[in-house]
Nanobody
């Protein structure tokens, strides 16, 4: 599967953005999906995870209550709604796919990665 992340941009603190991850191919519904992010000078970190059916999600503590993860398998797409953004949310956001459903917050189990989309939150 090929992944294309989009929706990043510049926003003021307190604002909102919606990231999208579009997948190619017919098997999107068989992949668990996740978002990771990498801030300048920092390692990439887990943000959120959603199961292949969309029935379960897991959100990291740092964004829980502000970010919401969803997917539309009919559109081969996943979405990250980001509200009440903070300057510390500034990062390149990557979507990733896991064909084995391991439900991991670590990078290694994810088989496919998008190219990333930059989110910049100004104070």
């Amino acid at each position: 599967v090929q992944l294309q992340a989009s929706g990043g941009g510049l926003v003021q603190a307190g604002g909102s953005l919606r990231l999208s991850c579009a997948a190619s191919g017919r098997t999107f519904s068989t992949y668990d999906m996740a978002w990771f992010r990498q801030a300048p000078g920092k390692e990439r970190e887990f943000v959120a995870y959603i199961t292949r059916s969309g029935s379960d999600t897991y959100i990291s503590d740092s964004v829980r209550g502000r970010f919401t993860l969803s997917r539309d398998n009919a559109k081969n797409s996943m979405y990250l709604q980001m509200d009440n953004l903070k300057p510390e949310d500034t990062a390149v956001y990557y979507c990733a796919a896991d064909q084995w459903g391991r439900g991991s917050i670590h990078e290694a189990p994810y088989d496919y990665w998008g190219q990333g989309t930059l989110v910049t939150v100004s104070s």
